[in-house]
């Protein structure tokens, strides 16, 4: 986060006014979560939604909602899933309003982890159903246990693991 000239700080892009308001160790645990969190969460988006400026926005308004809900979400087990499922269900929702069609984008110079810079392996995670995507994404790129994919993806425990096990079949036919 940064300040403005005008002394508010800015949130993902979008000046967030009763930051000035709030008691410093609220302002600080956020600033945290959001330092910590914004770079894997947005590139965890990158991969899912195969576009980068909409995986930024999605990151941003995550992080937005985040923290006018700080309270709750700090509390969870999981806020960074919390996080994620957010961006995922507003990418989704912004692409279905504006009937994108998802295309491939250059994720080298974006991820930086050595593990998922290779781009056969990108290009093999988004050519997976959806569904089986996210799971990798939330289970591998964001390192969730199974029960935290679940929880941040709204299923059960039981579909994380069978969808996992699928997509791991899959990449490993497509990388073989």
Same mark, same amino acid.
């Given at each position: 986060?940064?300040?403005t000239?005008?002394?508010?700080r800015?949130?993902?892009?979008?000046?967030?006014e009763h930051i000035?308001?709030?008691?410093?160790?609220?302002?600080?645990?956020f600033?945290?979560?959001?330092? @910590?969190n914004?770079?894997?969460?947005?590139r965890?988006l990158?991969?899912s !939604?195969?576009?980068? @400026?909409?995986a930024?926005?999605a990151?941003?308004?995550?992080?937005?909602?985040?923290y006018?809900?700080?309270?709750?979400?700090s509390?969870m087990?999981?806020p960074?899933?919390?996080?994620?499922?957010?961006?995922m269900?507003?990418a989704?929702?912004?692409l279905r309003?504006?009937t994108?069609q998802?295309?491939? !984008?250059e994720?080298?110079?974006v !991820?930086?982890?050595?593990?998922?810079?290779e781009?056969?392996?990108?290009d093999?995670?988004?050519?997976?159903?959806r569904r089986?995507r996210d799971?990798?994404?939330a289970?591998y790129l964001?390192?969730?246990?199974?029960a935290d994919?679940?929880l941040a993806l709204g299923?059960?425990v039981g579909?994380?693991?069978s969808?996992?096990?699928r997509?791991?079949?899959?990449l490993?036919?497509?990388l073989s």
């Amino acid at each position: 986060m940064e300040r403005t000239r005008s002394g508010m700080r800015l949130l993902g892009g979008m000046i967030e006014e009763h930051i000035a308001k709030a008691e410093p160790a609220f302002v600080d645990s956020f600033e945290r979560f959001y330092r @910590d969190n914004w770079q894997r969460v947005y590139r965890a988006l990158v991969v899912s !939604v195969s576009d980068s @400026d909409l995986a930024r926005e999605a990151a941003d308004e995550a992080m937005v909602r985040a923290y006018e809900r700080w309270r709750k979400v700090s509390r969870m087990t999981n806020p960074e899933g919390w996080v994620f499922r957010v961006g995922m269900n507003w990418a989704t929702s912004r692409l279905r309003r504006r009937t994108l069609q998802l295309r491939k !984008v250059e994720v080298v110079g974006v !991820v930086q982890d050595p593990e998922v810079a290779e781009p056969k392996l990108i290009d093999a995670v988004r050519n997976l159903p959806r569904r089986h995507r996210d799971v990798v994404v939330a289970r591998y790129l964001l390192d969730m246990s199974e029960a935290d994919t679940a929880l941040a993806l709204g299923i059960p425990v039981g579909t994380v693991k069978s969808r996992l096990s699928r997509a791991l079949t899959a990449l490993k036919e497509v990388l073989s």
